[in-house]
């Protein structure tokens, strides 16, 4: 059973760092994986989807890599902002590219500091 | 844009009401999932529906049921609320492969 796991559970950063957000998975067999945003009390919003054959997305400040036979995949944030700060998660499609074997992180809580 | 609507962000029902969640999208996405988030336990799977009418048992059906007579709309459904179905709900919808898009939520309150 694939299992992904998202260290650490909490950052804190000054304004302006450049900051590196990780995510491990069990199993290297998956279709793709997309990292989302979520703020307080609200839904996820989608940020990047990486397809397995792809070794990164990038979208305006963020980049998304992928290493699927690490099972490891990193969204990297610059130039951080205030409002940035959100809860982040991962999550792994399986191979057979079904939404129903989805596998979410269980998050990485980011504050950027004024 | 890819639009989830989540009919309401709050509700505060009684022990024993049935409840119903509606979520719509307006993609033609044949794919929509119903989670359930709870602090601790991340998000969890409760029915996905694959085509109108079609419906599968996510990780946790207990309790709940759904309905999708429309492509675009997707119901779950508390055929007596208890207060451990207190919880963050989630409706997304996507196609194959794509990504996969969120609603607001609705945070219901069950008491």
């Known amino acids: 059973k694939q299992e992904v796991t998202q260290i650490p559970a909490a950052l804190s950063v000054p304004e302006g760092e450049n900051l590196v957000l990780n995510c491990s998975f069990t199993?290297?067999?998956?279709?793709?994986l997309q990292w989302f945003r979520q703020d307080p009390g609200k839904g996820l919003t989608s940020l990047l989807l990486?397809?397995?054959?792809?070794r990164e997305q990038t979208s305006g400040r963020l980049n998304a890599s992928l290493d699927k036979s690490s099972g490891r995949s990193t969204l990297y944030i610059a130039a951080s902002q205030p409002g940035d700060s959100a809860t982040y998660l991962c999550?792994?499609?399986?191979?057979?590219?079904?939404?129903?074997?989805?596998?979410f992180g269980s998050g990485t809580q980011l504050t950027v500091l004024p | 844009d890819v639009k989830v609507t989540q009919s309401s962000r709050y509700l505060v029902k009684r022990t024993g009401e049935k409840v119903f969640l509606e979520c719509v999208q307006d993609?033609?996405?044949?794919?929509m999932f119903w989670y359930r988030q709870d602090p601790g336990l991340g998000l969890r799977l409760i029915y996905f529906s694959y085509d109108v009418k079609m419906k599968e048992k996510g990780d946790i059906p207990e309790g709940y049921s759904v309905s999708r007579e429309k492509k675009e709309r997707f119901s779950l459904i508390l055929e007596s609320a208890s207060t451990n179905q207190t919880s963050m709900y989630l409706c997304a919808s996507s196609v194959f492969g794509s990504p996969l898009h969120f609603g607001n939520g609705t945070r219901l309150t069950v008491t």
């Open positions: 999550a792994v499609r399986g191979a057979s590219g079904s939404a129903r074997q989805l596998t």
């Open positions: 199993d290297s067999a998956i279709y793709n």
């Open positions: 993609m033609d996405h044949e794919n």
């Open positions: 990486i397809q397995s054959s792809q």
